[in-house]
């Protein structure tokens, strides 16, 4: 139950975040979607495997996991139906996002750069890091 509480909680945000993107400009909206999508579809694979492990059927697993991850079109909605209510929590949605994003690429990625051996993966992590920071600056 906690996967499922969690993912759904995890997916309304993603939503909202998606929602105030899209609001701000389409090439945000569509850049912050693919990275959504990008963190999305392993953890949701994850989740399913959890679920199995727990016990539920593959048919089960599948639709709980399914409904959780539909609160994200929940969490777009209620964006949009609040934006023009609430016009200045936008940018302030945006980014408490931003800062989210920061904060997983800063505690998850950069510590495994630090593992005292430089290796291919560690170089390629770099890279993707820079290019990353590139493709913010350019948009």
């Given at each position: 139950?906690?996967?499922?509480?969690?993912?759904?909680?995890?997916?309304?945000?993603?939503?909202?975040?998606?929602?105030?993107?899209?609001?701000?400009?389409?090439?945000?909206?569509?850049?912050?979607?693919?990275?959504?999508?990008?963190?999305?579809?392993?953890?949701?694979?994850?989740?399913?495997?959890?679920?199995?492990?727990?016990?539920?059927?593959?048919?089960?697993?599948?639709?709980?996991?399914?409904?959780?991850?539909?609160?994200?079109?929940?969490?777009?909605?209620v964006v949009y139906?609040?934006?023009?209510?609430?016009?200045?929590?936008?940018?302030?949605?945006?980014?408490?996002?931003?800062?989210?994003?920061?904060?997983?690429?800063?505690?998850?990625?950069?510590?495994?750069?630090?593992?005292?051996?430089?290796?291919?993966?560690?170089?390629?992590?770099?890279?993707l890091i820079a290019?990353?920071?590139?493709?913010?600056?350019?948009?």
């Amino acid at each position: 139950p906690l996967i499922l509480v969690g993912g759904a909680v995890h997916n309304f945000a993603d939503g909202a975040i998606i929602g105030a993107a899209v609001l701000s400009s389409l090439p945000l909206g569509i850049s912050t979607a693919l990275a959504v999508a990008a963190h999305q579809v392993p953890q949701e694979v994850t989740d399913y495997a959890i679920l199995l492990r727990a016990g539920y059927s593959p048919r089960r697993a599948l639709t709980m996991n399914t409904l959780t991850a539909a609160t994200g079109i929940l969490g777009a909605i209620v964006v949009y139906a609040t934006a023009e209510s609430i016009p200045g929590a936008l940018p302030y949605l945006l980014s408490f996002a931003a800062g989210n994003f920061l904060y997983v690429a800063m505690a998850d990625l950069i510590p495994g750069l630090h593992s005292g051996t430089v290796n291919v993966g560690s170089v390629r992590q770099v890279i993707l890091i820079a290019l990353g920071i590139a493709t913010v600056f350019a948009l």
